[in-house]
């Protein structure tokens, strides 16, 4: 009789959120084969769990694919793991699940912790439909093509990015996306938590700290939405003015900051075209 394969759910951050059933099945599994051997001996040196680990990751998961179906064959339960959260999701569990599924092995999911339900649950945004998109793309070029796709879906996206390209990524939604409300969630469940809403410029000028791990939802596209973004450079100094002689706003960047919210523009920007377009003589 063949072994069962558990698809582990393990936390995102805060170590609390694991499950009795995951910690009780990481006990007794043969071997767990985890994303990062050396992230997983962490967590399992926590719970006291001497279960040894094989590395199963995108770069050796098709040398380790037969070794792992041969222990399950031979009546072994294994686990498994990623670095963090459900495997599957940007990883390749989903090949080995599908190879065991394949050949009428069990495969068991053990829910648990995932980053991309805690950013749409954190985000306030419908949740059906929801498209899941893991990483886009690295390259510049890509990336705007990427978003451009993105930006043809009407209800709310989710997905994954770099730290290193998260400042390239919200300028490139700004420039692709408009006012389309998102939410960047940043080292969910750990202690520097930072969730954020609002247009991709303002939460890129909020945002306090470029490391850790990015999860980013899309919120579904709105009226709002499509009226602010058409804005050209004309209406914005008009609406300006306007505002400005009514008197609404207590100080000029306090009206910079709304127009920019408003017409999906950056605040530096707003500036700017202010100091192009001011009355009176230019130097």
Same mark, same amino acid.
Request: proline fraction near 7%; aromatic fraction near 4%; charge should be neutral.
């Given at each position: ?8 759910? #393990? ?56 070794? *792992? ?24 569990? @989903? ?14 999911? @053990? ?65 692709? *996306? ?10 969910? #469940? ?41 804005? #050209? ?22 009206? @910079? ?27």
């Amino acid at each position: 009789m063949p072994g069962t394969l558990h698809v582990i759910a #393990t936390p995102i951050g805060n170590l609390e959120d694991i499950t009795l059933r995951a910690v009780r099945l990481l006990r007794e599994v043969a071997l767990v084969a985890a994303e990062d051997t050396r992230r997983t001996a962490k967590l399992l040196h926590h719970f006291g769990i001497q279960t040894p680990t094989i590395s199963y990751h995108a770069h050796n998961h098709r040398a380790r694919l037969p070794i *792992l179906l041969d222990r399950l064959r031979k009546g072994e339960d294994l686990g498994l793991v990623s670095d963090a959260g459900t495997p599957g999701l940007s990883d390749p569990g @989903v090949e080995l699940v599908d190879a065991c599924l394949s050949e009428g092995f069990p495969v068991n999911p @053990v829910p648990g912790p995932s980053a991309l339900l805690a950013a749409v649950t954190a985000s306030g945004f419908v949740m059906t439909p929801m498209t899941w998109l893991g990483f886009g793309p690295s390259r510049s070029k890509d990336l705007k093509v990427w978003l451009s796709s993105l930006a043809a879906i009407p209800h709310t996206v989710c997905f994954l990015e770099a730290p290193h390209r998260i400042k390239h990524t919200l300028e490139a939604i700004s420039g692709v *996306l408009g006012s389309r409300p998102i939410v960047l969630a940043r080292e969910l #469940t750990k202690a520097h938590q930072e969730i954020l809403r609002g247009p991709a410029h303002d939460v890129l000028e909020r945002l306090k700290s470029f490391k850790g791990e990015f999860t980013l939802v899309v919120g579904p596209i709105s009226a709002d939405t499509v009226t602010a973004a058409a804005s #050209t450079d004309d209406e914005v100094v008009r609406d300006f003015w306007r505002l400005a002689e009514s008197g609404e706003f207590p100080s000029r960047r306090a009206l @910079v900051t709304a127009l920019a919210r408003k017409h999906n523009r950056s605040s530096r920007e707003i500036y700017a075209l202010i100091l192009e377009h001011q009355p009176g003589p230019k130097a």
